[in-house]
């Protein structure tokens, strides 16, 4: 078996978890300023519903931002060393 994606799970805002594709589906395709906690930190983002790309994209900013995000790998229910 070889790694294949990463899921992200997000908090939204009645405090409910989804999987971040979930922005994919509910905003508009357009632009976006993001703004990641606690460090302040503004990207341009552009969402786009057609293909991957744009959530490979927002999932590789948010590892980039949280360096220490806790990784699982949950099939085989253990967490991945950083």
């Known amino acids: 078996m070889e790694y294949s994606h ?3 799970l997000i908090e ?3 405090g409910a978890a ?3 594709e979930i922005v994919q ?3 508009n395709s357009g632009s976006y300023n993001l703004k990641f ?6 990207i341009d983002y ?4 057609n293909g991957e790309e744009s959530m490979k994209y927002l999932k590789r900013l948010i590892f980039m931002n949280f360096p220490d995000l806790a ?6 229910n253990v967490d991945l060393e950083q």
Not at 37 to 42: A, Q, S, W
């Open 71 to 76: 990784t699982r790998d949950v099939y085989l």
């Open 12 to 14: 939204l805002e009645n």
């Open 25 to 27: 589906s509910q905003l």
């Open 37 to 42: 906690k606690p460090t302040e930190t503004t």
């Open 18 to 20: 989804a999987m971040l």
């Open 46 to 49: 552009r969402l786009s519903k």
């Open 6 to 8: 990463s899921d992200v």
